[in-house]
C-alpha cells in the first residue's frame, strides 16, 4: 500500500506491467501543476471533478489568420466548436461558422478567437491548455477574443465536467 503522501509522486512515476511482470514499455507523467491541484481534493473527499468550458479549438496558423482577415502574424486560438449550454457558450464565445478552401483543403473558419487569457497572451493551444487544465469549477476567468475585427474581453466561469460529457 502507498502512503497517501506519495500518491502524486507513485501516479507521476507509474507504468503498465504486463501480467508475466515484464513492463510493456508504456508510461505517463502528469505535469506536477495538475498533481498539486489534483492530490489534496483527491485526499480530502476521495474523488476529484474536473472543470469543463465546453469549446474545442485549433492553434490560429498563418493560413488561417489571412483566411479570416488577420494579420498572418497573429498568433492565438480559433474557437472551432461551442457546446450549447456549456460555459462557453454562456459566455458568447462564437464558433466557426464558414467554410473556406485553403491549398486545395476545404476548413472552417469564423470563430472567435482567443488572444489572451487574464491578460496573458496566448499564442497557440500549447499557452491556453494549462488554463483549462489549473482551472476550477466556479473559478472565473477573463478572455480577450478577436471578432469581427475588434478585440473584446468576456468573462467565462468553468463549470463541472461530469462523466456525462466526456
Known sequence: MIPRRQWSVSIAALCFIALA???AGIGFAIPSAVV???DPVLIQTGHYEPSWLGMSGTSLTPELAKAMGLKPEQPGVL???VVPGSPADRAGLHSRDR???IEG???HLGGDVIAAVDEQPVTGM???Q???QLAYPGQQLALTLLRDDHQIQVE???GERHATRR
Open 126 to 128: 500549447e499557452d491556453l
Open 130 to 132: 494549462p488554463f483549462l
Open 79 to 81: 474557437v472551432a466548436d
Open 21 to 23: 511482470g515484464v513492463s
Open 156 to 158: 467565462v466561469m468553468f
Open 99 to 101: 467554410q473556406v478552401t
Open 36 to 38: 498539486q491541484k489534483v
Open 105 to 107: 483543403e476545404r476548413v
